[in-house]
Antibody, heavy 120, light 110 residues
Framework: QLQLQESGPGLVKPSETLSLTCTVSGGSISSSDYYWGWIRQPPGKGLEWIGNVYYSGSTYYNPSLKSRVTISVDTSQNQFSLKLTSVTAADTAVYYC????????????WGQGALVTVSS | QSALTQPPSASGSPGQSVTISCTGTSSDVGGYNYVSWYQQHPGKAPKLMIYEVSKRPSGVPDRFSGSKSGNTASLTVSGLQAEDETDYYCASYAGSNNLVFGGGTKLTVL
């Protein structure tokens, strides 16, 4: 059974960089069949797609976040990571990692989510 | 890209049917058959309920169905049960490898 688990600091100061890692177990991140993505959800609000990464390292980002986001993959560790720079309180959210099947546009497996609060 | 439009709330009595709408544009919902629906219970990760407009993943009850007409997609829950009371989100491919979500609908079982 595929499992995804987010990890990283739960508190980040304004203007600093948010960093999260998603560890994949029960399957290989190096499969050519999948993209790996990040989605976030501010408290009490809706979902927002952040971006995807392929095992080769190719990436796609939400245009509204593109200037601040970097998603990378580490196939040796079966992990992929999110970096969001210059954070503000508006970036406070639960951050989910998820799997997307190549060639289609939905997420079929999700991590449990990690709350990241931006505050001094 | 703008978020897809969903009604904030919907409701129905046990056993009845309820339909939740998801309105976009010709650049997302209307332009592709890649609409998906997610169910999210409080404090939990979203769960895929419908993909590619009307397909159900294995394990999702056939009480859940999806459809699309023009720029509006719909999720219908038939035979409402108490366990269906939670939040539902739609999502659509928006071209250029972009994905956009709806604002979410809280479904209440009366």
């Amino acid at each position: 059974q595929l499992q995804l688990q987010e990890s990283g600091p739960g508190l980040v100061k304004p203007s600093e960089t948010l960093s999260l890692t998603c560890t994949v177990s029960g399957g290989s991140i190096s499969s050519s069949d999948y993209y790996w993505g990040w989605i976030r959800q501010p408290p009490g609000k809706g979902l927002e797609w952040i971006g995807n990464v392929y095992y080769s390292g190719s990436t796609y980002y939400n245009p509204s976040l593109k200037s601040r986001v970097t998603i990378s993959v580490d196939t040796s560790q079966n992990q992929f990571s999110l970096k969001l720079t210059s954070v503000t309180a508006a970036d406070t959210a639960v951050y989910y990692c998820a799997r997307r099947v190549f060639g289609v546009y939905y997420f079929d497996y999700w991590g449990q989510g990690a709350l990241v609060t931006v505050s001094s | 890209q703008s978020a897809l439009t969903q009604p904030p709330s919907a409701s129905g009595s046990p056993g009845q049917s309820v339909t939740i709408s998801c309105t976009g544009t010709s650049s997302d919902v209307g332009g592709y058959n890649y609409v998906s629906w997610y169910q999210q219970h409080p404090g939990k990760a979203p769960k895929l309920m419908i993909y590619e407009v009307s397909k159900r993943p294995s394990g999702v009850p056939d009480r859940f169905s999806g459809s699309k007409s023009g720029n509006t997609a719909s999720l219908t829950v038939s035979g409402l049960q108490a366990e269906d009371e939670t939040d539902y989100y739609c999502a659509s491919y928006a071209g250029s490898n972009n994905l956009v979500f709806g604002g979410g609908t809280k479904l209440t079982v009366l």
